[in-house]
């Protein structure tokens, strides 16, 4: 019994360590999360105040009362549906656009051997060097001579064309991590390579593919710098820039009196982001963990 008993303590003794780790891990994480949070909870918090305690001192935390009719006032004052199809329709098709070509492209640098593929690789990643604004002329130049200013195409076609070096990097160091024994196995049973990228590459790069997906979904879903330079029409906005220009609604140029409207327009642009993010977490975090490591 004694041998048991001097055994079973340096087993408490582990578990008494995890779980004070584990406490004190929590307890340092809790300010942490609420300091992100914080933003947050104001916004929402705003967007249910009554005008005149928007800016009261100390803040007014709790709104009292609860103004649920911001809601309705900030979505009715602009035509907010407008708005929301154009951004869905830009981000779907850019999604859809970049799934497909940046993981073609990716399988091309991943899989395939060709003369000069190691140097066009470096040529993609050195462009990630390139600052978006180094571009920015001449993109527009040859937007504008395409007849695309004043359309959505400008924010479309690129992610048609491979989309951007950093997710084709992502994709294919992904790629890297499936053994070629399979693609050897594909080839014995009569596939080619667009079947071996169809059924054997595409299922094992789910998570990566999830992952790129939120990232691309949250960059043209939150995108202000593309549409304002290229929009014109308002009947054309997207919701970042309808946001933007709600300030507008009052003849002076201010906006600080309708700051809970703006705040409620912003939580009903926010949450399909939140949505695809809790949606996807599992995907989005084996994308995080399994990439770039070698299987």
């Known amino acids: 019994m004694i041998k048991s008993t ?30 992100f949070l914080a933003p947050l909870l104001w916004m929402l918090s705003t967007s249910l ?25 900030a979505l009715t004052n602009m035509p907010f549906h407008l708005y929301a199809w154009n951004t869905i329709q830009i981000t779907v098709l ?11 492209v990716a399988y091309g640098f991943g899989r395939l051997r060709f003369p000069g593929r190691d140097f066009l690789f470096i040529v993609l990643l050195s462009t990630m060097m390139l600052p978006t604004q180094v571009t920015l002329i001449p993109t527009f130049v040859i937007f504008r001579y395409l007849g695309w200013v004043d359309t959505f195409m400008p924010m479309i076609v690129p992610d048609w064309l491979g989309g951007v070096p950093f997710t084709v990097f992502m994709l294919r160091q992904f790629i890297t991590t499936v053994p070629l024994d399979l693609d050897d196995a594909a080839k014995i049973e009569g596939c080619g390579y667009f079947d071996i990228y169809r059924y054997i590459i595409l299922p094992m790069i789910k998570p990566a593919l999830a992952m790129v997906a939120v990232f691309v979904f949250f960059w043209n879903w939150n995108d202000f710098y593309y549409p304002v330079i290229y929009i014109n029409s308002r009947e054309k906005w997207t919701l970042n820039l ?20 703006i705040m ?29 490591v070698k299987g």
């Open 49 to 73: 105040k009554d005008p005149r305690f928007v800016f009261l001192y100390p803040p007014q935390l709790i709104p009292d009362p609860v103004r649920w009719d911001n809601y309705y006032k």
């Open 242 to 261: 309808a946001l933007n220009f709600m300030k507008r609604l009052d003849p002076y140029g201010w906006a600080f009196q309708y700051v809970e409207l």
């Open 94 to 104: 850019c999604l859809i656009g970049h799934l497909l070509t940046a993981s073609l």
């Open 264 to 292: 409620a327009a912003s939580v009903v642009v926010m949450l399909p982001c939140l949505l695809v993010y809790f949606l996807a977490q599992k995907y989005f975090m084996q994308g995080i963990v399994f990439t770039g």
């Open 6 to 35: 001097t055994k079973s303590r340096p087993v408490l003794t582990r578990k008494v360590k995890k779980t004070a780790s584990r406490c004190l891990l929590t307890l340092l994480a809790l300010p942490a999360g609420m300091l």
